[in-house]
């Protein structure tokens, strides 16, 4: 199998390159590939701000993202529970596609293009069907900014109806602060996409023989959810709403989400496919830690601010019982603290 890529380096002297996949242009044969792009020449002006080192060539197709196909036509590749770094270069959450009888859809892409890219290969090693669809979470970079292969190639970006503006916000800073991370070299390439599709309450994609269901939430883990139920198999895609074994990162609303755990837990999904951890969890069960963790931080803070302690002390003491339960647990509980602290501080 053949595929076509591009090296781009970045427009400062001496900056970092790499060789960027062209989706759309898979071949049997090397022959076939170029045939295709003599026919259809790319469109390099997504590439802005990058430097074309030679013309598109074709060559055997690179590395796919390793998948676990979780349920018929269901598949979950499964992120490293870890913070983004140059070893696992900003592969740490989970991420998934569908395939109907008629087109794909993607769910979620993965902190840099590059996983976009990967990802695009391991569904191509399952299908050659068009990948309609391309739907994200929430605005969390490691969920969000993999997108622009698949919209390139023609897939509707679907998000929730906040999530635009959200990634506008912040895209700078994810993109600076990753690049120091996982280095600039691996975040080559790496934009976020416009939404096109917004969706306010809720949606139905039919993929061929095969409807999804999604839904926005109030703010919760963000201000961003949205989540995805495959009808078929009853697979829920629950992005960050979720964690298992990572602990939850709260950049919304505690009360929020409690209050979406709450109705989610009255749902009867077949399984339930985490933003971190899995690939699945069953259902209701792997709602009970994500619930006790939730509880304790949110009774902590209470119990924190009636006593009169300060921000800065109560974050010490805030959830410290849970901390044997959850990995990366000092990363995380200190900012959700905050965010709770500064939540009901005032309620």
């Known amino acids: 199998m053949f595929e076509a890529i591009i090296a781009l380096c970045a427009s400062l002297e001496d900056g970092p390159c790499r060789d960027h996949l062209l989706p759309g242009y898979e071949s049997d044969t090397l022959a076939a590939c170029e045939a295709a792009l003599n026919d259809r020449m790319p ?53 998934g596609f569908v395939i109907g009888e008629s087109s794909i859809a993607v769910i979620d892409t993965g902190t840099a293009r590059w996983m976009g890219e990967a990802l695009w290969r391991a569904i191509r090693a399952e299908t050659s069907k068009p990948i309609s669809h391309v739907i994200i979470t929430h605005m969390h970079p490691d969920h969000s900014l993999g997108a622009s292969p698949f919209v390139e190639a023609g897939a509707e970006s679907v998000g929730h109806a906040n999530l635009s503006r959200a990634l506008s916000d912040r895209q700078a800073n994810y993109l600076e602060s990753l690049g ?37 939430w109030p703010m919760a883990h963000t201000g961003t959810d949205l989540t995805v139920l495959d009808e078929t198999t009853g697979t829920f895609f629950a992005g960050d709403l979720i964690f298992d074994l990572h602990t939850p990162a709260l950049d919304g609303r505690l009360r929020g989400w409690r209050a979406v755990l709450a109705e989610l837990g009255s749902e009867a ?17 792997g709602l009970v830690p994500m619930d006790r963790y939730l509880s304790v931080l949110e009774a902590d803070t209470r119990a924190a601010i009636d006593a009169g302690k300060r921000l800065g002390e109560a974050v010490e003491e805030i959830a410290a019982g849970e901390s044997q339960h959850w990995a990366l647990f000092e990363a995380y509980n200190p900012r959700n603290a905050t965010v709770a602290f500064t939540e009901l501080e005032w309620d």
């Open 43 to 95: 469109d390099l002006t997504v590439f802005a701000g990058l430097e074309a080192q030679g013309s598109p060539r074709c060559e055997v197709v690179g590395s796919a993202l390793e998948v676990v196909e979780v349920g018929p036509g269901v598949f979950v590749h499964v992120g490293a529970i870890a913070e983004p770094n140059r070893t696992n270069r900003g592969d740490t959450s989970n991420l």
């Open 180 to 216: 120091l991370l996982v280095g600039p070299k691996i975040m080559l390439g790496t934009r976020a996409v416009a939404v096109d599709w917004y969706i306010e309450k809720t949606a139905e994609i039919d993929l061929g023989g095969r409807v999804l269901h999604l839904r926005a």
């Open 269 to 285: 999904f077949g399984q339930v496919v985490p933003g971190h951890g899995g690939p699945v969890v069953e259902w209701p069960d």
